[in-house]
Nanobody, 127 residues
Framework: QLQLVESGGGLVQPGGSLRLSCAASGFTLGYYAIGWFRQAPGKEREGVSCISSSGGSTNYADSVKGRFTISRDNAKNTVYLQMNSLKPEDTGVYYC????????????????????WGQGTQVTVSS
């Protein structure tokens, strides 16, 4: 059974850091492009970052550029989102999503392009 499990969320003060993990089971993550999305209370889900199956191509939302870094370790079947200089507006439930990559250099920015989703992990940035 194909499954994605996010972890690493929590409560952090503004300016702090967290590293989220997205672990895959039931399939070989190395063939899949991955996206990170988040949803704040009362708001629609938005894209945060995405990465091609090879890891060679990445994309970031303007709001997180220079602060967040997406990476992957296909040998560990895991994708990471390193989040630094966190702000209160980064608060939300963070989801990872996967889709089979049409090319190992493609990434996908729209949530509608993804086929598999994790259950989400809560990130709260507050003093």
């Amino acid at each position: 059974q194909l499954q994605l499990v996010e972890s690493g969320g929590g409560l952090v003060q503004p300016g702090g850091s967290l590293r989220l993990s997205c672990a895959a089971s039931g399939f070989t993550l190395g063939y899949y492009a991955i996206g990170w999305f988040r949803q704040a209370p009362g708001k629609e889900r938005e894209g945060v970052s995405c990465i091609s199956s090879s890891g060679g191509s990445t994309n970031y939302a303007d709001s997180v550029k220079g602060r967040f870094t997406i990476s992957r370790d296909n040998a560990k079947n895991t994708v990471y989102l390193q989040m630094n200089s966190l702000k209160p507006e980064d608060t939300g439930v963070y989801y990872c999503a996967a889709r089979y990559g049409d090319s190992n250099s493609y990434y996908y920015t729209s949530e509608h392009e993804y086929h598999y989703w994790g259950q989400g992990t809560q990130v709260t940035v507050s003093s």
